[in-house]
């Protein structure tokens, strides 16, 4: 187990709704990244957050946005869903420290719009 | 940005035979590649990693194999168990960089026949 979580675990929207994701980091760890996996494929970057601050967005629109909190959790909120959006989303919790950092992954969530 | 290629798709062996997976980057200045494990409606598990300062890592039943210069690094596994059968990701980031994020190739389903 890597000690992170993230909820719900599947989710139901119809295109056009809001959707808030969660995540809930390994203890320490500074870094939260997440990811968007779609069917048969590997997972694609979306942003990362650095100590509460955005470091880095993949080729995504804003309507993806992200929080981080001081706690070692995080939100991924996803506006005017598409039915492109149904994936699963995966959080990874990382330790940046002296030059090195490996990512661990949550279960995921997988959402579909319909 | 980076691009990582993996190779092959698919890969069927009999249990106690070797398996080799095999991915090449883009980006010269990439500098971590990680492998991970993803089981049917799991988030990816870390196994091995290897950092550009080496050529060979290994744990066990698993090694890696890097070769900088032709931009090309392998996961190994011997002795390979039914419980080996998944679908393997590779990755490949910048450490000490500002942007850390993972890009992976497209994934290996690996089935060990009993």
């Known amino acids: 187990e890597t000690g992170v979580t993230q909820s719900p675990t599947h989710l139901i929207k119809t295109r056009g709704q809001q959707v808030t994701l969660r995540c809930s980091s390994q203890?320490?760890?500074?870094?939260v990244s997440w990811y968007q996996q779609a069917l048969g494929q590997g997972p694609q970057f979306i942003f990362q957050y650095y100590r509460e601050e955005e470091n880095g967005r993949g080729n995504f629109p804003p309507r993806f946005s992200g929080l981080q909190f001081p706690n070692y959790s995080s939100e991924l909120n996803v506006n005017a869903l598409e039915l492109d959006d149904s994936a699963l989303y995966l959080c990874?919790?990382?330790?940046?420290?002296?030059?090195?950092?490996?990512?661990?992954f949550g279960p995921g969530t997988r959402l579909l719009v319909l | 940005g980076e691009n990582v290629e993996q190779h092959p798709s698919t890969l069927s062996v009999q249990e106690g035979d070797s398996a080799v997976i095999k991915c090449t980057y883009s980006d010269s200045a990439s500098n971590y590649f990680p492998w991970y494990k993803q089981e049917l409606g799991k988030g990816p598990q870390l196994i091995i990693d290897i950092r550009s300062n080496v050529g060979e890592k290994k744990d066990q039943r698993i090694a890696v194999t890097l070769n900088k210069t032709a931009k090309h690094f392998s996961l190994h596994i011997t002795e390979t168990q039914p419980e080996d059968s998944a679908v393997y990701f590779c990755a490949a980031s910048k450490e000490n960089t500002g942007r850390r994020a993972l890009t992976f190739g497209s994934g290996t389903r690996l089935q060990v026949q009993p």
């Open positions: 990874a919790s990382s330790l940046a420290d002296r030059g090195r950092e490996t990512q661990y």
């Open positions: 203890s320490g760890h500074n870094t």
